[in-house]
């Protein structure tokens, strides 16, 4: 049986519970036990994925398809693992899934309550993963704050977990906030014995507090918190703001969060966690050597959350290149045909983003275009590469109508098209083309360089797809179908011959980029960008020695 971990928080949102569970959980995978984390949400949708990436971020999608929270992919990428549909629950699926029993007649004829049913099912959920028996450790993240009326049930279900596992096998970790006042310049800690209270008048006594600051606790003040919070003096972990995300394993095990999870849960400390690749990949990512300007170009660049996985891909191909990835943000609603050279000219490479609907498609159209014509290395992704194969029919084959059914459902060419099997589909909830299937690369390409061998397996989440209509006619163009699905014949990679770096993916080669294991053609796609900054630099220069 594995050991459980629950992870809560209080005082506010956006404490990062997921960073310090990711943190936690790579320590703990640094000592060489075998670690997973899931995430409970909960909001009433069933999945994130019919949220709007303003409201909620980005949509995570896992190998076996599942729309998950973001946070899985802070998991991923922090522990290297794949996590699944498993890892990740709502109080809409559970709810469903009552619901459902009920509707069998499994109740029995009982009235069917919050308690015990609904708390029944999260703690059967709680325990999935533990029943594969390939983990020592279980994490379980509580979406939310404890105290809204939403996450009650979640806490009363840990409440019994704890007292029917015993607490050398299950312990809480209850994250909370000490503001500084500058106008008094002190740290307050009520907040945090407030938050406390509340699990205590549910029957949870905390083990471990991990409090969020922006200035460093003193010794008496975390003694304090211990007093008034019913927690041993090691246990109360100071999380000060990090640099970088990927320091804050680091914040941890210098305040000691591994060593005293192990001893409140009875597990040998073996061997000191051992962070070397870890640390290799800070050492590249705080000393680059050169610094690259990336533009990104989509529709939802107000909230950095909405790209997470794009983002911290960039951090991670750019350390793997030992370089700096300055990323600036363009709207693609305020990017034309007309201002695109003014808004696109000093970056070295250029991104379009994923996305739906009709929202700063021309812009996203003028991107591809000005990389295209301007030798600028490209990297589209999903709907950025449909847009890449629309702009190149209309401007290269002569196609002046061509477009995305997606966008335009009545053109005449549709080289983009709805996916035969999405055609009869009017859900909207878990219907796209998701999760990980293969790829056959050809040999001899850029694509195939960057991956190093022929089959790939890459994540997906879209409904249309390149129009086999017109394949002949793509073949016979510079801009060639390289990446092509085995068992269905779906393009899934164009690759521009004659440019330095030009390629659009149907698949989110982001979701699978990691610290340790950098996505490749991320890695690539900066390696283009420092040659294209290299040679820009030489021309500038050539320039100024002759005038
Ligand atoms: N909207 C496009 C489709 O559904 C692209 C989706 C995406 O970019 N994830 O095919």
């Not at 000393?287 to 790209?307: C, F, I, M, R, S």
């Not at 590469?385 to 196609?399: G, P, T």
């Given at each position: 049986m594995a050991k459980h971990i629950f992870v809560t928080g209080g005082v506010t949102s956006s404490l990062g519970k997921g960073i310090i569970s990711a943190s936690l959980a790579k320590l703990l995978q640094?000592?060489?036990?075998?670690?997973?984390?899931?995430?409970?949400?909960?909001?009433?949708?069933?999945?994130?994925?019919?949220?709007?990436?303003?409201?909620?971020?980005?949509?995570?999608?896992?190998?076996?398809?599942?729309?998950?929270?973001?946070?899985?992919?802070?998991?991923?990428?922090?522990?290297?693992?794949?996590?699944?549909?498993?890892?990740?629950?709502?109080?809409?699926?559970?709810?469903?899934?009552?619901?459902?029993?009920?509707?069998?007649?499994?109740?029995?004829?009982?009235?069917?309550?919050?308690?015990?049913?609904?708390?029944?099912?999260?703690?059967?959920?709680?325990?999935?993963?533990?029943?594969?028996?390939?983990?020592?450790?279980?994490?379980?993240?509580?979406?939310?704050?404890?105290?809204?009326?939403?996450?009650?049930?979640?806490?009363?279900?840990?409440?019994?977990?704890?007292?029917?596992?015993?607490?050398?096998?299950?312990?809480?970790?209850?994250?909370?906030?000490?503001?500084?006042?500058?106008?008094?310049?002190?740290?307050?800690?009520?907040?945090?014995?407030?938050?406390?209270?509340?699990?205590?008048?549910?029957?949870?006594?905390?083990?471990?507090?991990?409090?969020?600051?922006?200035?460093?606790?003193p010794q008496e003040m975390k003694e304090k918190i211990a007093r008034f919070c019913n927690v041993r003096k090691e246990a109360v972990i100071e999380s000060m703001d990090a640099e970088t995300i990927y320091d804050v394993p680091l914040l941890m095990k210098k305040e000691g969060l591994d060593r005293i999870t192990l001893q409140k849960l009875k597990l040998e400390?073996?061997?000191?966690?051992?962070?070397?690749?870890?640390?290799?990949?800070?050492?590249?990512?705080?000393?680059?050597?050169?610094?690259?300007?990336?533009?990104?170009?989509?529709?939802?660049?107000?909230?950095?959350?909405?790209?997470?996985?794009?983002?911290?891909?960039?951090i991670h191909a750019g350390a793997a290149n030992e370089c700096a990835v300055d990323l600036e943000s363009v709207h693609s609603s305020e990017l034309t045909p007309e201002n695109a050279t003014k808004n696109l000219k000093h970056f070295d490479a250029i991104l379009v983003a994923p996305g739906f609907g009709e929202r700063g498609i021309d812009g996203k159209i003028a991107a591809?275009?000005?990389?295209?014509?301007?030798?600028?290395?490209?990297?589209?992704?999903?709907?950025?590469?449909?847009?890449?194969?629309?702009?190149?029919?209309?401007?290269?084959?002569?196609?002046?109508?061509?477009?995305?059914?997606?966008i335009n459902p009545s053109t005449d060419t549709p080289v983009i098209n709805l996916m035969e099997e999405q055609k009869a589909i009017t859900k909207k909830g878990g219907t796209m083309r998701l999760g990980a299937y293969d790829c056959i690369l050809t040999e001899g390409t850029k694509v195939h360089s960057a991956y190093q061998k022929s089959k790939i397996s890459e994540r997906h989440r879209h409904r249309y797809e390149f129009n086999n209509t017109y394949l002949k006619e793509l073949e016979k163009s510079a801009l060639k179908p390289v990446g092509i699905n085995p068992d269905n014949g779906l393009v899934e990679v164009v690759e521009l011959e004659g440019h330095p770096w030009y390629v659009g993916v149907q698949y989110h080669p982001e979701y699978k980029s990691t610290v340790l294991n950098p996505a490749p053609l991320f890695v690539d796609l900066i390696k283009a960008a420092k040659k294209h900054n290299e040679t820009t630099k030489d021309k500038i220069i050539g320039e100024a020695l002759q005038r």
């Open positions: 640094a000592r060489g036990y075998s670690v997973t984390i899931q995430k409970f949400d909960p909001y009433i949708n069933v999945d994130p994925g019919t949220l709007n990436p303003y409201e909620h971020g980005e949509c995570f999608v896992t190998d076996d398809g599942a729309e998950t929270d973001l946070d899985l992919g802070h998991y991923e990428r922090y522990l290297d693992i794949s996590t699944s549909q498993a890892n990740n629950v709502t109080t809409g699926r559970v709810y469903q899934t009552v619901i459902n029993k009920e509707r069998e007649g499994a109740y029995l004829g009982k009235t069917v309550q919050v308690i015990p049913h609904i708390t029944d099912e999260i703690k059967r959920r709680m325990l999935l993963l533990d029943q594969s028996g390939k983990y020592d450790i279980v994490i379980t993240e509580i979406g939310g704050t404890v105290g809204d009326i939403e996450s009650l049930p979640y806490v009363e279900a840990i409440r019994q977990l704890t007292w029917e596992l015993g607490e050398e096998n299950a312990i809480v970790c209850h994250l909370t906030l000490v503001p500084y006042l500058s106008a008094a310049k002190e740290l307050k800690t009520k907040p945090t014995q407030h938050s406390v209270k509340i699990l205590q008048e549910w029957g949870i006594n905390p083990d471990i507090l991990v409090c969020r600051t922006e200035h460093s606790l400390e073996n061997e000191e966690p051992s962070l070397e690749l870890w640390n290799d990949f800070l050492t590249k990512f705080k000393n680059p050597k050169t610094t690259v300007k990336v533009g990104l170009v989509g529709k939802y660049v107000e909230l950095q959350d909405a790209y997470k996985s794009i983002l911290e891909s960039f591809c275009q000005y990389a295209r014509e301007n030798n600028v290395p490209f990297l589209g992704i999903c709907l950025g590469m449909q847009i890449s194969v629309v702009e190149f029919f209309r401007n290269e084959l002569n196609y002046p109508n061509a477009h995305s059914s997606e």
